[in-house]
C-alpha cells in the first residue's frame, strides 16, 4: 500500500521559511520521481516542483524558482521542500505526489499517488 505522508507545515510571517518533509512507504522510493503541488483554497492545484528519482534533475515553476528548494534522501525515502522568502500567495495545502519518471515534468498522477497534505499559512 502506497502512503505519503507530509509534515513541516504551520503559519509563519511574510518572509519566512519553512521546511516540508514527505515520507513515503509501500513502494521502491527511489524508483519514483517526486513532485510537490500545492492548492490554494477555491482554486486547482499547481505544480511547484520536481526531482528526478536519483535527486540529480529538479524544475520548478516560475512562482517559486530561487526561493523554493527540493531535495531527496532515497535512504530515508524522503523528499524535502526548504521554502524561503515566503509570500502570503504560498499560502495553500502541500502535497507531494510519486510520479513515473517517464511522464513530462508537470504531469499529475491520480489522486492515490498523492499524500494527504500539510497546510501553510503565510501571514502579511
Known amino acids: 500500500q502506497v502512503q505519503l505522508v507530509e509534515s513541516g507545515g504551520g503559519t509563519v510571517q511574510s518572509g519566512g521559511s519553512l521546511r516540508l518533509s514527505c515520507a513515503g512507504s509501500?513502494?521502491?522510493?527511489?524508483?519514483?520521481?517526486m513532485t510537490w503541488v500545492r492548492q490554494a483554497p477555491g482554486k486547482g492545484p499547481e505544480w511547484i516542483s520536481r526531482?528526478?528519482?536519483?535527486?540529480?534533475?529538479?524544475v520548478y515553476d516560475d512562482s517559486v524558482r530561487g526561493r523554493f528548494t527540493i531535495s531527496r534522501d532515497n535512504a530515508k525515502s524522503t523528499v524535502y521542500l526548504q521554502m524561503n522568502s515566503l509570500k502570503p500567495e504560498d499560502t495553500a495545502l502541500y502535497y507531494c505526489?510519486?510520479?513515473?519518471?517517464?511522464?513530462?515534468?508537470?504531469?499529475?498522477?491520480?489522486?492515490?499517488?498523492w499524500g494527504q497534505g500539510t497546510q501553510v499559512t503565510v501571514s502579511s
Open positions: 509501500g513502494f521502491i522510493f527511489g524508483n519514483y520521481d
Open positions: 505526489v510519486r510520479v513515473d519518471p517517464q511522464r513530462t515534468w508537470r504531469f499529475l498522477p491520480s489522486r492515490d499517488n
Open positions: 526531482i528526478s528519482k536519483g535527486g540529480v534533475t529538479m
